[in-house]
């Protein structure tokens, strides 16, 4: 079975452009989760879905990220404009509700904004 | 404010010795999960533990949860080369859908 899929792996880009990642979860899990990770602030989330509806995306830094989930099998996660600090791995993660909220991750994209 | 506060940060140790690496908080979850990322790659659930005082065995590695359900530990015994990587502990609060990670312990184990 496959995994979370992201894409892309890399993505290389210059301060004040518009970034889109994506993530495709694991067929028949119901939430969805986006984090970033970094050497000094470790994986933090920054919002989750359900049901392709967002729950919390108190974790989004600013105005200037957004996340849609339009079907159940596809999410997005956009920065724009991007900046320096925004450079970081960005995870996306899916479960299955169930008595515990065990998370598969996907391989992750490693932005970097110059 | 880390949440979860994982010690060491980073550990070096040659193969075949044994170590026991900590997570910490001050607060109560309902479960706490242990995960293991190797680089370039996403986290990969290792165990999850739910009951105070529970201990799961996963070959080599012992996992702990703490009475209070406030900690837990995880003891490799014997570590090889493959068990280099991030450990990652992760606490579910009751109530919430949501995982609170620790910073992680670096492990890396020398043949």
């Known amino acids: 079975d496959a995994g979370v899929i992201q894409s892309p792996r890399h993505e290389v880009t210059e301060m004040g452009q518009e970034v889109t990642l994506r993530c495709k979860p694991i067929s028949g899990h119901d939430y969805l989760f986006w984090y970033r990770q970094t050497m000094m602030r470790g994986l933090e989330l920054l919002i989750y879905f359900n049901n392709n509806v967002p729950i919390d995306d108190s974790g989004m830094p600013e105005d200037r990220f957004s996340a849609k989930m339009p079907n159940a099998s596809f999410s997005t996660l956009k920065i724009q404009p991007s900046e320096p600090r925004d450079s970081a791995v960005y995870f996306c993660?899916?479960?299955?509700?169930?008595?515990?909220?065990?998370?598969?991750f996907g391989p992750g994209t490693r932005l970097t904004v110059l | 404010t880390q949440l979860l506060e994982q010690s060491p940060q980073f550990l070096s140790i040659q193969e075949g010795e044994n170590l026991t690496v900590y997570c910490n908080s001050s607060s109560v979850f309902s479960s706490l999960q242990w995960y293991r990322q190797e680089p370039g790659e996403g986290p990969v659930l290792l165990v999850t533990?739910?009951?105070?005082?529970e201990v799961k065995k996963l070959k080599r590695l012992t996992f702990q949860f703490g009475d209070a359900r406030k900690d837990s530990s995880l003891h490799i015994t014997a570590a090889q080369p493959g068990d280099t990587g991030l450990y990652l502990c992760a606490g579910e609060r009751a109530g919430s859908y949501q995982l609170t990670f620790g910073k992680g312990t670096k492990l890396s184990v020398i043949p």
């Open positions: 533990v739910v009951t105070g005082g």
């Open positions: 993660a899916s479960s299955l509700r169930g008595l515990y909220n065990e998370q598969f």
